[in-house]
């Protein structure tokens, strides 16, 4: 398949500007996009792998974040869904996780404002609420649901010394 094909589908297809340009920037750190045959296929498990995004969009963060206000993981999301892809979920839900875990009660305590304190912890709130909801999580429940509780409460934890 050609690579341009491959590309003016996600180009026509896709939700954001941000995430056809960061499959541009990707295919073309691995590809010649002008000369390189390759089987959909092959394309398609290149875009259902995650870490493709992590290790070809890390020098593309500034257009993402600050000029389309996106993330690695939205344009992720946006590609998979337009290719039809399914997404590496174990690794999306260790991700995650992992960003969770390293927000413990003492790390959120050495934030000087409470507002942002009460902030922070909704935010990850929210994401374990995404996470217990996945896929993954709930066909792998009794391996994840004690990681899911002690993240709870570590919350818990500062939201009482916060009275809140």
């Known amino acids: 398949m050609n690579i341009n094909d491959y590309l ?14 960061s499959a ?8 010649d996009i002008n000369k390189d045959d ?11 792998d995650y870490t493709t995004y992590i290790r070809y969009l890390n020098d593309y963060a500034g257009p993402i974040y600050r000029r389309y ?11 998979c869904t337009t ?13 995650s996780m992992s960003k ?24 990850f709130e929210n994401r374990l609420k995404e996470l217990e909801q996945s896929a ?10 004690d990681r899911i509780k002690d993240a709870k409460a570590q919350f818990n934890l500062v939201r009482r010394a916060l009275n809140i």
């Open 8 to 21: 003016d589908n996600i180009k026509s297809n896709v939700k954001n500007e941000i995430s056809y340009l």
């Open 24 to 31: 541009v920037h990707i295919l073309e750190k691995i590809y």
């Open 38 to 48: 390759i089987t959909k296929e092959e394309l398609d498990n290149l875009f259902e």
């Open 69 to 79: 206000n996106s993330s690695t993981q939205e344009i992720y999301d946006d590609l």
């Open 83 to 95: 290719l039809d892809l399914s997404m590496d979920m174990e690794y999306l839900f260790e991700m």
């Open 100 to 123: 969770i875990e390293k927000q413990d009660a003492a790390r959120i305590m050495q934030i000087e404002d409470d507002e942002f304190k009460l902030m922070t912890i909704e935010k």
């Open 136 to 145: 993954y999580y709930l066909e792998n429940k009794d391996k994840l649901e």
